[in-house]
């Protein structure tokens, strides 16, 4: 006999069946195009169950981004994760670089519309402008991890003497959803092509001729 469904689970159908309506609506409309009714009728909840769950519009797209980069709703860090824990166990640079690229990969094809939607709407939107740049220095600092795992790997030896700064800078231009949006995106690459076309650029940019 199947259990019943507990309290705390229906609660978290819920919250999900919110999320999954809000991320198809803003990234078929837009953050303007859609309401908070929009999102309610999406989830056929009522409009109640949204403010109560969320608070605001804005709280929603947020825990949609958060949801998107990590995967799942637990509250664990990036670098935490098994994929970032690969990345940095890597046993030599041109393996790590490739697993970054991987994990890229991952992350954007879950998060990068919903990106899109928040630098989009960052233009018009003080909050929306600083959840932006607050994802941007989270990326940033993912970044500077693995390039400081890199710089250990290769003895402090990147190409052309590369400190662990700019290396994360490299990083953040190649792997970020700009350059991914740009070529998956816009000019129909497959994210496995993006993939393989980043890992070697990384490449190319960082470890010794």
Not at 127 to 133: F, G, H, P, S
């Amino acid at each position: 006999m199947t259990p019943p469904v507990t309290r705390a689970e229906k609660a978290r159908r819920t919250r999900q069946r919110m999320l999954d309506a809000a991320g198809r609506l803003f990234t078929e409309r837009g953050w303007a195009g859609t309401t908070v009714e929009d999102i309610a009728r999406g989830a056929e909840v009522a409009v109640q169950t949204v403010y109560f769950t969320f608070g605001t519009k804005r709280a929603v797209l947020k825990e949609l981004l958060d949801t998107a980069v990590a995967g799942d709703l637990d509250p664990v860090a990036t670098l935490d994760r098994p994929w970032a824990r690969e990345v940095l166990d890597a046993p030599d640079p041109a393996a790590q670089l490739a697993l970054q690229a991987a994990g890229a990969r991952a992350v954007l094809e879950r998060a990068a519309p919903v990106l899109e939607v928040v630098h989009a709407a960052a233009a018009a939107d003080r909050e929306l402008a600083e959840l932006w740049q607050l994802n941007r220095r989270q990326r940033h600092a993912v970044q500077l991890a693995f390039a400081e795992a890199l710089v250990a790997k290769s003895g402090g030896a990147l190409r052309d003497g590369i400190d662990a700064a700019t290396a994360a800078d490299i990083g953040l231009a190649v792997l970020g959803p700009e350059t991914y949006g740009l070529l998956v995106t816009g000019r129909g690459w497959s994210p496995a092509r993006w993939q393989h076309w980043a890992g070697d650029a990384l490449a190319r940019q960082l470890l010794p001729r």
